[in-house]
Each structure stands twice: as structure tokens, then as C-alpha cells.
């Protein structure tokens, strides 16, 4: 089976840096993607991470570390906008069925303060 | 906006009836998968489908069940539905079953 963990909650102000981190154990590893999640909508796409090391886009990095089966998820300049739900997601092998399956974290929620 | 659409956005059913539940994928995508989101949790997978066919299955029981048509959009239909049903349903597209998924508004579904 897998276990994905990650902060339940986070709280941070406006303008600052937040770092969500993620743990995972799994077999046949395949890739770690974050999604951003609003109240009462679908997640979508932030980041996707396959190597080790950091994927930088705009406001929003990613780092894996698959040796330590590690994540985190790093947002500078908060707006007030990223408060939300922040999933962490890991693909892997479904060795049976020949396919690849990916499984959520439970999520943290971020809030963001003035 | 991905392109995926989902229908319908809510629905209230009571126990034991069954619901089938609409994804179109975006344009070009030949995979989607479905998924449960309890409130609060994260999705949980149900299961995938490849070119109409099933390509993969999560834990749950074979009340749940898909399609997948030629021009790839899917249905999932849930029989002899139960309290815990309750959850928002949510399909994601991609072009193919290794790439990134792109996820629909979902469909509100509430069992009484």
C-alpha cells in the first residue's frame, strides 16, 4: 500500500514564504504532482516532480527528494488568493493491472492573514 | 478551465437507488480517471479508463462501475447506494494514462 502525510493545517501572512512539506512510502514510484484545491471546487495542477531536486514555476517550487520519499511544496510573495487546500499526490506502479494509479494526501489547508 | 466538464453538479439520491454520473474529457485526452472526495480528505481513486478500457481499479466495491466511449468521455454509475456515498465525484483527463491529470468541477452527490 502507500502513506502519503502531510500537515493538516498551516497558517501564514500575507507577503511571506510557506513550506508544505509531504512524506510518502511507496513502491514503484512514478512521479509527485501537487494540486491546489479551493472550498467547493476541483483541484488543479500546480507542480510535478519525477527526479530529485527543485522545479521552480512563478510564485510556487517543488522539491523531491525520492531517497528520503520526500516533498515540499515552497510559496513566496503569499497572496491572499492561496489560501486553499494544497494536495500532495504520488504515482505509482499498479503492478497488477499494468497502469499507474495515483493516490492524494489528505491535504493541508492554508490560510492566509493580513 | 481544463476542458472537463462534469455532470450533473449536484445531485440527491436516497439509499439503495442508483446515479450515473457524466465526465467529457478535454479535447485530446484518451485516459480518465474517477475519483471520491469525502469532506475533508483527500480524492480517492476509484478506478481509470484507457481507450474504454479499465486500467486500473482503487478499493472499491463493484457496485462501482464505468464506461468509457469511443470519443472517450465516461460515465460512472454507483448501484445500491449507501450513507457513506455521500462525497464529491470528481474525473480528471489526460492525454494519455502516464501524463498530468486535469480535473472537472466534480458532481455534489448526497444520499439520504
Known amino acids: 500500500g502507500q502513506n502519503i502525510d502531510q500537515p493538516t493545517e498551516m497558517t501564514a501572512t500575507e507577503g511571506a514564504i510557506v513550506q508544505i512539506n509531504c512524506t510518502y512510502q511507496t513502491s514503484g514510484f512514478n512521479g509527485l504532482f501537487w494540486y491546489q484545491q479551493h472550498a467547493g471546487e476541483a483541484p488543479t495542477f500546480l507542480s510535478y516532480?519525477?527526479?530529485?531536486g527543485l522545479e521552480e514555476k512563478g510564485r510556487f517550487s517543488s522539491f523531491l527528494s525520492r531517497s528520503k520519499g520526500y516533498s515540499y511544496l515552497l510559496l513566496k510573495e503569499l497572496q491572499m488568493k492561496d489560501s486553499a487546500s494544497y494536495l500532495c499526490a504520488v504515482r505509482a506502479a499498479d503492478s497488477g493491472a499494468g497502469s499507474y494509479q495515483l493516490t492524494f494526501g489528505k491535504g493541508t489547508k492554508l490560510s492566509v492573514i493580513p | 478551465e481544463t476542458g472537463v466538464t462534469q455532470s450533473p453538479t449536484h445531485l440527491i439520491k436516497t439509499r439503495g437507488q442508483q446515479v450515473t454520473l457524466r465526465c467529457s474529457s478535454q479535447s485530446g485526452h484518451n485516459t480518465v480517471s474517477w475519483y471520491q472526495q469525502a469532506l475533508g480528505q483527500g480524492p480517492q481513486f476509484i478506478f481509470q479508463y484507457y481507450r474504454e478500457e479499465e486500467n486500473g481499479r482503487g478499493n472499491f466495491p463493484p457496485r462501482f462501475s464505468g464506461l468509457q466511449f469511443p470519443n472517450y468521455s465516461s460515465e460512472l454509475n454507483v448501484n445500491a447506494l449507501e450513507l457513506d456515498d455521500s462525497a464529491l465525484y470528481l474525473c480528471a483527463s489526460s492525454p494519455t494514462a502516464v501524463d498530468t491529470q486535469y480535473f472537472g468541477p466534480g458532481t455534489r452527490l448526497t444520499v439520504l
Open positions: 516532480n519525477v527526479l530529485d
